[in-house]
């Protein structure tokens, strides 16, 4: 018989046991529409086994990873070439999360897994808002024709839950009709006194990782200068920490992109904290 010890093929400070969790991590590997650089997939499996580098303890919330009893289910395999069936999956499985009482923190994969994320959280769940850190609009109707695709996904959203429940933050990327849509329905922020008008609602947040700046995030598919430093998405995370926060995802890192690692590191960082925040 083996003795071990062995490294363990969770996030690092989950619990052992589903029951005894509060959060449930979810890994999401689909990147079947990614429209530039693709390889978001093999995000969470990278992720966990880099969180090994980083410490249980957050000196940002001062809380311990053990105080928030999350549970790391690790990945669905899901089938890259059917982009509904994808969502179906994540869908059902989210859903069983939300069933048994307990809140996600979702690693994706690319954007668009949190379509179906948000679908099982609105049933049970009522008065939802959405705040999304981004680089992009992620506003089209379609693409190529399709419109199940990451770059489309908050517009299928906002078709959901409407778009006075959508804040959006970090955007300097998109079509012209895509901002023109985010100045009619007023979904842009700067402030972080602007989030006040959802501290009534139930908030998932959806965070991609190209809302970070290049400088800090450059293992991303769509790397676009101008971005959050990561003490300014840090900042914007605190200010939320008193709002009902019932889920969170983290999404779009394209782990083989960087070779440094350095991006992957700063994604299990920023995803201790989320876990803070839940």
């Known amino acids: ?24 991590m979810l890994g999401m590997p689909y990147d079947g529409t990614v ?3 693709p390889g978001t997939r093999f995000a969470p499996q990278s992720i966990r ?30 089938p890259f070439g059917n982009a509904a069936r994808a969502l179906d999956i994540i869908e059902e499985n989210t859903a069983c999360i939300y069933s048994k009482g307990k809140k996600i923190l979702g690693i994706g994969g ?3 897994v949190t379509l179906a994320e948000i679908k099982a959280v609105l049933k049970y769940y009522k008065n939802i ?23 489309g996904v908050m ?28 100045k009619k329905h007023s979904t842009l922020k700067f402030s972080h006194n602007e989030l006040d008008k959802f501290r009534d ?21 769509t790397p676009e200068a101008g971005g959050l430093s990561y003490n300014e998405l840090l900042g914007w995370l605190k200010y939320l920490k008193d709002f009902n926060i019932i889920g969170v995802d983290v999404v779009e890192l394209a782990p083989d992109i960087d070779a440094t690692k350095n991006s992957t590191a700063a994604a299990c960082k920023l995803i201790r904290e989320c876990l803070m925040l839940l």
């Open 49 to 78: 086994l880099e969180s090994v580098g980083i410490e249980t303890y957050s000196p940002v919330f001062n809380k311990n990873l053990e105080d928030c009893k999350f549970y790391d289910t690790g990945d669905l395999e899901l």
């Open 35 to 37: 429209t530039n650089r």
């Open 201 to 221: 609602k139930n908030i998932f947040i959806t965070i991609d990782l190209d809302a970070l700046d290049p400088s800090v995030m450059s293992g991303v598919g």
């Open 129 to 151: 808002a959405v705040i999304q850190f981004d680089a992009h609009t992620d506003l089209r109707e379609e693409y190529l024709g399709e419109t199940l695709t990451h770059s």
């Open 155 to 182: 517009k299928q959203i906002a078709n959901i839950i409407g778009f006075e429940n959508i804040a959006q933050i970090g955007i300097r990327s998109g079509e012209k009709e895509e901002f023109e849509l985010m």
């Open 110 to 112: 690319e954007h668009l």
């Open 1 to 24: 018989m083996l003795k071990g010890p062995f490294l363990s093929k969770d996030f690092i400070g989950a619990v052992k046991d589903f029951n005894d969790a509060n959060i449930v």
